[in-house]
């Protein structure tokens, strides 16, 4: 079997050969067709749909129905991004290797052994409600429509006439919900799965000794600032923590692990991100505020995607990634919101005790049980086709077999991870923090929300899902697999750290410690002094915050994230800025295509257009059909 260090180290040997190679591709995609004054129509649905792009190329759907808004939705991330689809998906079912050669087969293996069976991503899907389902299926009609297109033109392809330029030079497989399904996963993993480092803890507490280990890995170190109270614990800066903490999820070393495809051009490749919130009265304008900074990599193609929503139900805009049919981060008129990842531990790993006399076979409560076992097929360019058997305890995945024992991934949100397409469904449309309530519940990875609402609300919360471990148990270290140490359930949402409307009228997040009560995991992120000390010292000094202040945060903390979003909100209108880079529009010969870079390397912003542009006539916070209808540019008066 290929363990996990395979992994971190495949990007340091073919991260120039992968970047390479698909922006060789992308340098060959041609700028869709699209009318003069950037308005297309499409029929999607029975009904007509209208496409606008703005000057930077941005897609703005106005619908009449949510089922047709969410074709049109697939259609553009399709013209945009068919390339980077086609490459997240191979990602998601270990894939990669087809297109990319032998070297991105370890990457591949893992990701089969960790991920779900097309059978286990199926059984998550039929456990959504019909919305969810129906508007999942629109998305991937019209990704595949754009593919037909391209096939029923192939003079005008931009892949060539026989799709050689395409990934795996040649015509892509019709896109499936379960291919969708798989790269929210992926996603969702991506930046809200963090743990599984037990054995290497065992190492060094073996090295260190006891009081060794507990110094340099404590399971709750006081000092560290933390989110649901700017008091930062303790208030006191404990030296003996500081530089001495293991913090992989700010490593060159931790990318690796948490990314092993990081090379690879337009999938996201770093975990960090920041954020900041800021109530009425705090702001020096009487109104909410909100900063949102996700860091995803600055190399290679924007991982993320810009898109604005209108039909029904939909009012929404902000950032997504190809492949997800969802506002991830964003706004609406009533709302702003935006994430980071949460770096709780909600991966353990269980050492199984093997059968001397049969090692497919472990011992739980006395008995022995047999290992589940599947056969996978991997293709990989230029060499034979590889054959791989992968096991399963009750615990989880089996990622390492030595010594007569078996070590086991057991991950806190198994099955249940596409629960979230319906979270993000409901915060979409959300007008109140009420809506964010029973929308987060549905949420089961590690990440922090952040909330601003026109009413002038702001809030927080540690999402996720977190095991109660059994009396004894070290969460630094593995856990018996013979049920003398099993979960004793979970945390109850009440109990995870959150707050509304604190105090001192602002909160900031850049991955820290979300409550000085929040014990570490095996990972360990939250030791000593941390970054956002950076962030609160400018907001600090602030006695009013506003929003050219949080446009400037960036460059004062010299930190960009590769999307960030800064809106003030306020009814009817409010204002709103932000920057994509780079090649945002996925236009490569689009005037403006290129122009985020530049934006991005100057620390510019540009408007972010919406229903409450200039082009809403009626002052209703709504730029509806008949208003943009009627525009030649609906984003500017006549």
Request: aromatic share 10%.
């Amino acid at each position: 079997m290929i363990d996990g260090a395979s992994r971190r180290t495949l990007q340091r040997v073919h991260l120039v050969m992968t970047s390479l190679l698909l922006l060789l591709i992308i340098s060959f995609i041609a700028t869709p067709a699209f009318s003069q004054d950037g308005w297309s129509r499409l029929k999607a649905g029975g009904e007509e749909v209208l496409i606008f792009r703005d000057e930077y190329g941005v897609p703005h759907i106005w619908a009449k129905s949510s089922q047709s808004l969410f074709e049109a939705f697939g259609y553009v991330v399709a013209q945009d991004r068919l390339a980077q689809l086609e490459m997240g998906r191979r990602e998601a079912r270990g894939r990669l290797a087809e297109v990319l050669g032998p070297d991105l087969l370890p990457s591949d293996m893992a990701t089969r052994r960790e991920t779900y069976t097309e059978e286990e991503i199926l059984h998550q899907y039929k456990s959504l409600g019909g919305e969810a389902k129906a508007l999942l299926g629109a998305y991937v009609s019209g990704i595949n429509r754009w593919i037909e297109e391209l096939n029923e033109n192939k003079e005008n392809n931009p892949f060539g006439t026989d799709w050689e330029l395409y990934p795996g030079g040649t015509r892509p497989e019709p896109w499936s919900i379960t291919d969708s399904l798989a790269v929210m996963v992926s996603s969702g993993r991506r930046f809200g799965e963090f743990g599984g480092g037990e054995l290497g803890n065992l190492e060094e507490l073996n090295k260190l000794g006891r009081e060794g280990f507990e110094r340099k890995y404590p399971l709750n170190d006081p000092s560290a600032p933390v989110t649901v109270s700017l008091k930062w614990g303790s208030g006191r800066k404990d030296t003996s923590y500081v530089g001495q903490g293991f913090s992989p999820a700010y490593t060159e070393d931790a990318d690796l692990k948490v990314c092993p495809t990081k090379g690879i051009s337009g999938l996201p490749k770093k975990l960090g991100s920041y954020a900041v919130v800021v109530s009425p009265k705090r702001s020096a304008s009487g109104r909410a505020l909100l900063l949102g900074c996700p860091q995803m990599g600055l190399e290679g193609p924007q991982p993320g995607y810009e898109v604005d929503l209108h039909g029904g139900g939909f009012d929404v805009a902000g950032m997504t990634f190809p492949g997800v049919p969802a506002v991830l981060i964003g706004y609406n008129k009533y709302v702003a919101w935006t994430l980071t990842s949460g770096c709780s531990d909600n991966v353990d790993v269980f050492v199984e005790e093997l059968n001397p006399e049969n090692p497919l076979e472990y011992r739980y409560l006395g008995q022995w049980l047999r290992l589940e076992t599947r056969e996978e097929v991997f293709h990989v360019k230029g060499s034979s086709p590889v054959r791989e058997r992968f096991y399963r305890s009750l615990h989880g995945p089996i990622f390492r077999m030595e010594g007569g024992r078996a070590y086991s991934h057991k991950r806190t949100f198994w099955l249940e991870e596409l629960k979230a397409i319906e979270a993000f469904l409901q915060i979409n449309r959300a007008k109140y923090m009420e809506d964010f309530y029973r929308a987060i519940e549905l949420i089961p990875l590690s990440f922090n929300l952040f909330y601003a609402g026109v009413e002038g609300q702001i809030g927080y919360w540690h999402l996720g899902k977190y095991r109660l471990l059994a009396p004894g148990s070290d969460p630094r270290l593995p856990l018996s697999g013979t049920g003398l140490e099993e979960w004793r359930g979970f945390v109850p949402m009440d109990w995870l750290p959150h707050v509304i409307n604190p105090p001192e009228g602002y909160m900031a997040n850049w991955n820290n410690k979300p409550a000085k009560t929040w014990d570490n995991g095996d990972n360990l992120p939250w030791v000593g002094d941390h970054r956002v000390r950076k962030i609160l010292s400018v907001l600090e000094r602030k006695e009013k915050i506003g929003l050219e202040d949080l446009q400037g945060l960036p460059k004062e903390i010299d930190s960009h994230g590769t999307y960030e979003q800064m809106v003030e909100l306020g009814a009817p209108r409010f204002k709103m800025v932000n920057i994509l880079p780079p090649g945002e529009s996925g236009f490569v010969g689009h005037p403006h295509s290129q122009d985020q870079k530049g934006l991005f390397e100057q620390w510019m912003h540009k408007p972010a257009h919406f229903s409450c542009g200039d082009g809403d006539s009626d002052d209703d916070g709504v730029l509806d059909w008949k208003e943009a209808e009627r525009s030649t540019n609906p984003f500017k008066r006549d």
